[in-house]
């Protein structure tokens, strides 16, 4: 049976060998998709917001 420090270690190895395969972005590309995620989580805020007015104009119409 394995020591429970040998399953780590193995772990801990692979975690780290996992990450060297990893492709990491460069600044510019992490600069570029933060403004996509900001303007199209601004713009789907927008569309909720003129939804949910509309909405509350309609229900306080009928109510």
């Given at each position: 049976m394995k020591k429970y420090t040998d399953i780590a270690?193995?772990?801990?190895?692979?975690?780290?060998?996992?990450?060297?395969?990893?492709?990491?972005?460069?600044?510019d590309e992490v600069k570029?998709?933060?403004v996509v995620v900001l303007t199209?989580?601004?713009?789907?805020a927008l569309?909720?917001?003129a939804v949910d007015w509309a909405i509350n104009a309609v229900?306080?119409?009928?109510?």
């Open positions: 270690e193995k772990y801990y190895r692979d975690v780290v060998g996992e990450m060297r395969k990893v492709s990491w972005p460069t600044k570029d998709m933060t199209v989580s601004g713009i789907l569309f909720t917001f229900m306080g119409q009928i109510l």
